[in-house]
């Protein structure tokens, strides 16, 4: 009997080792032959830790478990089990999505080679090393993947650059450092199917030219610094990694490196900064980090996301890629619903769904029950959405027309108790502790910010129009997005949500 029980973070905050360890102890117990793989999650975070057991039968799901359930998991009829959902693939949340990125996590053990193959690991990898390297550009400018990590900008135009730079040496740079409020698709990613980020990290490698990797991981990640490391010393063993890939391709290697906690060292310059050892600091560009990034040498900077899914466009060619998707936002998007939310966790899909489908109808409106109030979505820089703009479908361009943006593609959910003027209190609040003071507009402007939203809160009126300018010049003036956007919270709470804001006009009057 194979029982699968998560090492996956979120799992385990729920209990999953304590699960995993009754396991062990009932088969001791009882000299019942299981095997244990602790895998990835499937992404329903409500019902964590999920169990699941192999039998002649398929592969079943019990959930969420805690000891207890034990027992009757591994010696009674497990169809009557009180906790059993049936397998995976027939519930009706996991049914809907499209999951190509995340096919493999949740299924596999993540630090096995074998299965990782068995299941389509490395077609990408082989494919690639039978193309040139305009030949794999094309591929990835044809997919239309655009960088996952936030500013969306199109992956096969980065990659051509830096494969154009001439220079002795190059390098591959996977963004970890995951800060945006209510994301968690890159840890669930590293710690449930890490080879698809090397594999993706080695075509990277191969198609512009680099032989050396690193992966920056915010510290607060402790089970994905340990399963990305384990991961590429398995891969080295097996020749996915080191001086030639799989046998007969160039060399490629790569490390992880722990970054030490801040926002902004998320922010590309800042992130090669701290990579080098110096202090978190964004870098004016240009020079662009493609034409002189780690080290002063070309550097592909790219989010874990957009990284794993390059080995899928290759296994599965560029045209079923851009099959999916609306506009010119191709493909699949790992959403990550959180919040105050019936249903949250990871859920894949084609973009294009809309706002209202997701918060309503995928995560099940609030955990609370209350009414929704507001949404915000792409992490602390991005704007809040009221109900009356939940017809947005997901995309680049639709949510920036509606004065929004997706970012890493967090969706939180707020309802109707929060106070909205204490959200943009919260914005400028975030963005002054985590500046890297760098530029005038950030570093004094939150601060002053802040006090502004108080003066507002203790009734000022005459503060208003302070807020409106100061958010205008930091939008306007800052060096970073981390400036630049954190008017986006502050001005939609102030646009969407007037009442909460009430004290002013009442002031006023
Ligand atoms: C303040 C700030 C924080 C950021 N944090 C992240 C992050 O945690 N992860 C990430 O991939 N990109 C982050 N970005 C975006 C990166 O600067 C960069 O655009 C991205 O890593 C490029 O990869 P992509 O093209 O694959 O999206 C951040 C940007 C800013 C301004
Ligand atoms: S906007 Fe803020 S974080 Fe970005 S460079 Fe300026 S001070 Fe640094």
Redesign the pocket.
């Known amino acids: 009997m194979k029982v699968y029980v998560p090492r996956d973070a979120s799992a385990r905050a729920l209990g999953a080792d304590a699960v995993a360890q009754a396991v062990i102890r009932e088969a001791e117990k009882s000299g019942l032959p299981v095997e244990l793989v602790r895998n990835g999650s499937r992404g329903m975070t409500w019902l964590e830790p999920l169990v699941e057991i192999e039998t002649q039968s398929g592969r079943t799901a019990f959930g969420p478990m805690t000891p207890e359930d034990v027992p009757a998991l591994l010696f009674k009829d497990i169809t009557k089990h009180p906790k059993a959902i049936g397998p995976v693939e027939d519930l009706p949340w996991f049914a809907r999505q499209t999951r190509l990125t995340f096919a493999r996590v949740g299924l596999i053990d993540p630090l096995s080679m074998t299965d990782y193959e068995a299941n389509g690991g490395l077609q990408g990898l082989r494919n690639a090393l039978g193309m040139t390297g305009e030949e794999l550009i094309d591929t990835l400018k044809l997919s239309g993947l655009?960088?996952?990590?936030?500013?969306?900008?199109p992956?096969g135009i980065?990659w051509d650059t830096v494969r154009l730079a001439q220079a002795p040496q190059k390098y591959i740079v996977c963004?970890?450092?995951?800060?945006?409020s209510g994301t968690f698709a890159?840890r669930m990613l590293m710690e449930g199917d890490p080879f698809t980020l090397i594999e993706g990290m080695a075509i990277a490698g191969v198609t512009v030219g680099a032989t050396r990797g690193y992966v920056y991981i915010r510290s607060e990640y402790p089970d994905a610094i340990e399963v990305m490391s384990e991961a590429i010393r398995v891969a080295r063993l097996n020749g996915l990694l080191g001086p030639s890939l799989l046998g007969t391709g160039p060399a490629f290697d790569m490390e992880v490196r722990v970054g030490a906690g801040a926002?902004?060292c998320?922010?590309?310059?800042s992130?090669l900064n701290s990579l080098e050892g110096k202090r978190g600091t964004v870098r004016a560009k240009p020079p662009l980090p493609a034409i002189q990034g780690l080290f002063g040498k070309p550097t592909v900077?790219?989010?874990?996301?957009?990284?794993a899914t390059v080995p899928w466009i290759l296994a599965n060619g560029h045209e079923a890629y851009k099959d999916f998707g609306l506009g010119r936002s191709r493909g699949t998007i790992p959403l990550q619903i959180a919040g105050n939310v019936k249903h949250g966790g990871l859920f894949e899909t084609a973009f294009g769904m809309s706002l209202g489908e997701i918060v309503n109808d995928i995560g099940g409106g609030t955990f609370s029950g209350r009414p929704v109030k507001a949404v915000q979505v792409g992490g602390p820089?991005g704007a809040y959405f009221p109900a009356s703009k939940f017809a947005t479908p997901f995309g680049y361009e639709e949510f920036d027309g509606q004065g929004g943006l997706i970012g890493?593609a967090g969706v939180v959910v707020f309802d109707d108790s929060v106070d909205m003027l204490q959200q943009a209190r919260f914005a400028l609040e975030f963005c002054a502790v985590?500046s890297c003071g760098k530029c005038t507009p950030c570093r004094l402007g939150a601060v002053r910010g802040v006090e502004t939203v108080d003066r507002i809160a203790a009734g000022d009126a005459s503060a208003m129009p302070l807020l409106i300018d100061l958010c205008d010049t930091m939008r306007d003036g800052s060096l970073?997005?981390?400036g630049g956007?954190t008017p986006y919270p502050v001005m939609s709470a102030l646009t969407h949500f007037p009442d909460d804001f009430a004290t002013v006009k009442e002031a006023a009057e």
């Open positions: 655009r960088g996952r990590g936030g500013a969306g900008f992956t980065k963004n970890a450092d995951e800060g945006d890159d926002y902004v998320g922010e590309e310059t992130l900077v790219n989010n874990v996301i957009s990284l820089l890493h985590e970073c997005a981390l956007f």
